[in-house]
């Protein structure tokens, strides 16, 4: 039996007056090397009480094209393999000559309830999925699959306490002054993020691909191979010169807030740089104390600016027999694979099928849970979940097979997920839609973003199209697409 392991951890709570005003891009926009990964909740939820800006990174490990999937497992594995035996022992920095024992103790606990403390930043592409599932064979990715890399401190906000938090391990103690200094230098600046950004040459994929698509997997629902397909198009434009990925993530934050948004800063197999901007409202997968949570979003409909019609579509969405068959049989399939590594008896869907209203769009989202089995690590929890049943469709290798034959082209980010896991094996994964890429091809600096709708029997292929126009108007947005 492995013996406990004990990680150390420092935490500074940083006093500022109005800690909502500091902005976490902006200490990325002044350290990018020390801060290269911000997983940040923009629309206020139960789901998004904390924004994380990961910091120091170290060592990681990549699993790019090519390479064998094998061994990144095995070394993936193998750094979790203490993580059941681990637990923090956190200590406060620079609070007890300011409070009495009482108020220490209160900030001790609220410096324990932080999501992340130390460990991994984790992102698994869409594509990962033949790794979990080798018998697959999907187009061929460009880009690395996956990235887990180790992040040694963190700042983070906390939403509902007003409170900005630093944390480091106790070997990068010398840390807590360089990330202090920083804060204040981000807070003297007065530099206000543009609405927007300019970008050349938006194309758009032909809908009549989609249209096809849609008709071709009519045609597999009534073969019976499958039952719902979630089938996705593609946007594609080249960043004007004088932009930056960071002002792109900040035009999308304002434009389309979301609880799951992130800003991920990585590196090719040749060490081409290129980042994921997300603003998404999907979460693939938590795990804290024995629970492991799944909130899947199946059904949508766009948002009105007028109140009663926003209300009836509320209401229509709801309502509507085709989205709550569609969303039930993807409770069942994410209730099926928690059932892979959960206690028996266990799984259950403890919220059905409320309204979660966002800036663009309503979706119906539902959270279905369980208590994890002894012997299972954090990357057995991610491969029982990934992808996302609401991403596929089910089932969910057949579903795959039928969007890699008909859009014919990787998905890379897209519907892939990325979040922390923390040592102690908790974690916290999103789903990656609402997501764009950037990356450089030939000099230009080049974005591409995904948006999808889930197809079933009575699907109308021009409803269909539509819906994937309607995710994607807060992504065009960011861009000073009004009328997208």
């Known amino acids: 039996m492995n013996q406990l392991v004990t990680q150390a951890v420092i935490a500074q709570p940083v006093f500022l007056a109005e800690a909502e005003t500091i902005d976490l891009s902006a200490l990325h926009r002044l350290n990018p090397q020390r801060y290269p990964f911000l997983l940040e909740s923009v629309a206020k939820s139960e789901q998004g009480d904390f924004s994380i800006l990961m910091a120091q990174p170290s060592e990681s490990m990549q699993l790019n094209p090519g390479a ?21 022992a956190i200590t406060l920095h620079g609070v007890s000559a300011l409070f009495s024992n009482v108020a220490v103790g209160a900030l001790l606990h609220q410096a324990n309830q ?8 984790s992102y698994f592409s ?32 906390d939403h509902n306490r007003h409170q900005l938090w630093i944390l480091v391990e106790a070997d990068y103690a010398h840390l807590l002054s360089e990330i202090l200094a920083e804060i204040e230098e981000v807070l003297l600046q007065e530099d206000k993020p543009a609405s927007y950004v300019v970008i050349n040459n938006l194309q758009e994929e032909d809908p009549q691909k989609y249209l096809a698509g849609v008709d071709a997997i009519k045609e597999y629902i009534l073969a019976g191979d ?30 389309n807030p979301a609880p799951f948004a992130a800003l991920a800063c990585l590196q090719d197999q040749h060490q081409a740089p290129w980042q994921i901007i997300s603003s998404s409202p999907e979460r693939l997968v938590k795990f804290d104390h024995c629970w492991v949570d799944t909130r899947p979003i199946a059904g949508t409909r766009r948002r009105s600016e007028d109140v009663a019609a926003d209300k009836a579509l509320m209401d229509e969405l709801i309502a509507h027999p ?35 209203s966002y800036q ?18 954090p990357l057995d929890i991610v491969h029982a979940l990934f992808p996302g049943g609401t991403i596929t469709g089910c089932p969910k290798i057949r579903c795959m097979e039928i969007v890699a034959e008909l859009e014919k082209m990787p998905r890379e980010a897209y519907t892939g997920s990325l979040g ?6 908790s974690l916290d994964l999103n789903i990656l839609i609402r997501t764009l890429i950037q990356y450089q091809q030939q000099g230009e600096s080049v974005i591409q973003f995904r ?14 199209l539509v819906e994937t126009r309607h995710k994607a108007r807060g992504l065009l947005r960011a861009f000073g697409l009004k009328d997208a």
């Open 68 to 88: 064998p999937s094998e061994l990144f497992v095995a070394q993936a594995q193998q750094a979790f393999v203490d993580c059941a035996q681990c637990e923090f």
């Open 451 to 464: 948006a999808g709708a889930g197809i079933v029997a009575d699907s109308d292929a021009q409803f269909e």
């Open 322 to 356: 085709k989205e709550r068959a569609e969303h039930i049989m993807l409770i069942d399939l994410e209730r099926n694979d928690l059932g892979r590594i959960c206690q028996p008896g266990t799984v259950e869907v403890n919220e059905l099928m409320v309204v979660e």
């Open 420 to 425: 922390y896991i923390n040592l102690d094996g």
């Open 360 to 377: 663009h769009v309503h979706h119906i989202v539902s959270n279905v849970r369980g208590k994890l089995r002894d012997g299972f690590s």
């Open 114 to 121: 932080l999501p992340f403390k130390s460990g991994w930043f």
């Open 126 to 157: 869409y594509d990962y999925a033949q790794v979990v599932e080798p018998v697959l064979q999907l187009p061929t990715s460009q880009l690395p699959l996956a990235n887990l890399t180790r992040c040694h401190a963190s700042v983070t906000l």
């Open 226 to 255: 499958v039952f719902q397909v979630n089938l996705s198009r593609l946007w594609q434009a080249n960043l004007a010169a004088e932009q930056d990925y960071l002002q792109v993530y900040q035009a999308l934050r304002l434009n």
